[in-house]
């Protein structure tokens, strides 16, 4: 075999992979929404299947590089990815996991700033927001501009800062199930949680809901810091009620604050 064609054949499977664990993941959440709450993505299957479309071509352009660089990390250890414990000190491990998930935060944070200018919006950034309301199939619903953006993150990192296997799987985890959660259209998370204090700081789909009904705020991941930094993190948001819903079943899906719905282009500025 080939370098190159084992290259391509790494890239072709890192896609698979990225793509199969997206639809194992959201199809999970989906199942998981329609068993919860009946009715709530009734009318939405056209959107849904543009949602998968756009996620699939994302799995494509996340997974070429990723794959690439695994079979770089395999045939000359190209990243800093590490598989003994013993090569750095313990409390590295989840301090590794944390930074990784600030680093990328931060980058995410003011990416997606930029993708609310009004050019990068109409070019890039409006292929998600056409998901209205999002669901558990939008996490990697993007433009391919905007998923470069995201797919640079990970390789620039592997390539610069030490990480143990399992925890770099850990950091892979928590992005695709807050990708995830974060656009369902329901809070997964205990109230106390999300209104407390650890909810003064970590971002769940109250959070994000604001996002999407407004556009100019909340523009974070993970952690609410460069939103309150910045002076664009206006609190949580509400979960429109379903066509048909009752009042118990949701109010199951808020967490607390009102939503409200605006112009799509004074959002987009």
């Known amino acids: 075999m080939t370098v190159l064609t084992a290259m391509l054949i790494s890239m072709l499977a890192m896609t698979a992979i990225v793509g199969l664990r997206y639809l194992?993941?959201?199809?999970?959440f989906a199942w998981l929404t329609r068993r919860r709450f009946p009715g709530l993505y009734a009318g939405l299957d056209p959107q849904i299947r543009r949602e998968i479309g756009w996620s699939l071509a994302s799995a494509a352009i996340y997974g070429f590089p990723a794959g690439l660089l695994a079979w770089g990390w395999q045939e000359h250890g190209w990243t800093r990815v590490y598989t003994d414990v013993g090569d750095y000190p313990l409390w590295w491990?989840?301090?590794s996991v944390l930074l990784y998930l600030l680093l990328h935060d931060t980058w995410f944070y003011w990416t997606h700033r930029w993708m609310h200018r009004p050019r990068w919006f109409r070019i890039a950034h409006a292929v998600h927001h056409a998901s209205r309301p999002p669901?558990?199939?939008a996490a990697m619903s993007f433009h391919p501009v905007e998923a470069l953006t995201g797919a640079v993150v990970i390789p620039v990192l592997v390539l610069t800062l030490p990480i143990h296997a399992g925890a770099l799987m850990v950091v892979l985890l928590v992005m695709t199930l807050m990708g995830v959660t974060n656009h369902m259209g329901w809070?997964?998370?205990p109230r106390r949680l999300v209104e407390g204090p650890a909810g003064a700081w970590l971002i769940t789909a109250s959070h994000h809901q604001r996002h999407h009904q407004q556009y100019g705020c909340n523009y974070g991941p993970y952690f609410r810091l460069w939103d309150r930094l910045c002076g664009t993190d206006r609190g949580l948001g509400s979960f429109a009620p379903r066509p048909g819903g009752d009042a118990r079943s949701d109010a199951a899906r808020r967490s607390g604050g009102d939503g409200g719905d605006r112009d799509l282009g004074r959002r987009a500025a």
Not at 24 to 28: F, H, K, L, M, T
């Open 24 to 28: 194992a993941v959201s199809g999970a």
């Open 93 to 95: 491990l989840p301090a």
């Open 135 to 137: 669901t558990a199939w």
């Open 187 to 189: 809070e997964l998370f």
